[in-house]
């Protein structure tokens, strides 16, 4: 079966730092993947997404994610945080012909200022 | 481009009654889809829509709930005789068909059962 495991559940970075949160994922063939972000109380953004092609995609809000097939991976990363960035990130992999998403439990991001 | 709208963002309600939310899709996406999500969780599928069609739907939609999509365009989902379990965010996502065609989300609508 389809799965996604983000295995940090919480983070705390110091503003201007930088940031990866991980993203491993269980799929037999080339996955779709994304990286959403949650604020409290919102809907999910969409930060970036990979279907084929360069591995490493550039998305919104200077983030960036590196797909790795060998090691069924798809971190996020972004080399200076802001305290906006604070929110809720969510991986999640297209795993089907119906495109439904099967999603990670979520990684809650703080920033110390 | 209006986004994806959910209507209401709040309902508080009696365990027992039933509920009914709105989703209004971007205009030009064919494919609608319903989440679940509890709190400190990840979305869960629900069911999905392209067009009018009802595609899948997933063993978490028990006989209580019911979607429909009549004119392919907005969708509601209707819960009948709430539980306390139903107490949830509920995300509406639309797209367009076809393949690298990535979700976008509404704010959702907040379930609590009194």
């Known amino acids: 079966a389809q799965s996604v495991t983000q295995p940090d559940i919480h983070i705390t970075v110091s503003e201007g730092a930088s940031l990866e949160l991980r993203c491993n994922y269980s799929y037999g063939a080339t996955p779709y993947l994304f990286w959403y972000v949650q604020s409290p109380g919102q809907g999910l953004q969409l930060l970036l997404k990979y279907f084929s092609g360069d591995t490493l995609v550039q998305g919104i809000k200077g983030f960036e994610a590196e797909f790795k097939r060998s090691q069924s991976s798809f971190n996020l990363r972004k080399p200076s945080v802001h305290w906006s960035d604070a929110a809720e990130y969510f991986c999640?992999?297209?795993?089907?012909?119906?495109?439904?998403?099967?999603w990670g439990l979520g990684t809650s991001l703080a920033v110390n200022p | 481009d209006t986004g994806v709208s959910q209507d209401p963002r709040h309902k508080i309600t009696k365990r027992g009654q039933n509920v009914t939310f709105r989703c209004d899709p971007i205009?030009?996406?064919?494919?609608l889809y319903w989440y679940r999500q509890t709190l400190g969780q990840g979305p869960e599928f629900l069911t999905y829509?392209?067009?009018?069609?009802?595609?899948?739907k997933s063993r978490l939609l028990s006989d209580r709930f019911s979607a429909e999509r009549p004119k392919g365009s907005f969708s509601t989902l209707e819960i009948q005789r709430t539980e306390q379990g139903d107490s949830a965010m509920y995300l509406c996502a639309s797209s367009l068909g076809g393949d690298n065609q990535p979700q976008h989300f509404g704010d959702g609508t907040r379930l609590s059962i009194l």
């Open positions: 999640a992999v297209d795993a089907g012909n119906n495109r439904k998403l099967i």
């Open positions: 829509f392209q067009n009018e069609a009802q595609l899948e």
């Open positions: 205009s030009e996406h064919n494919r």
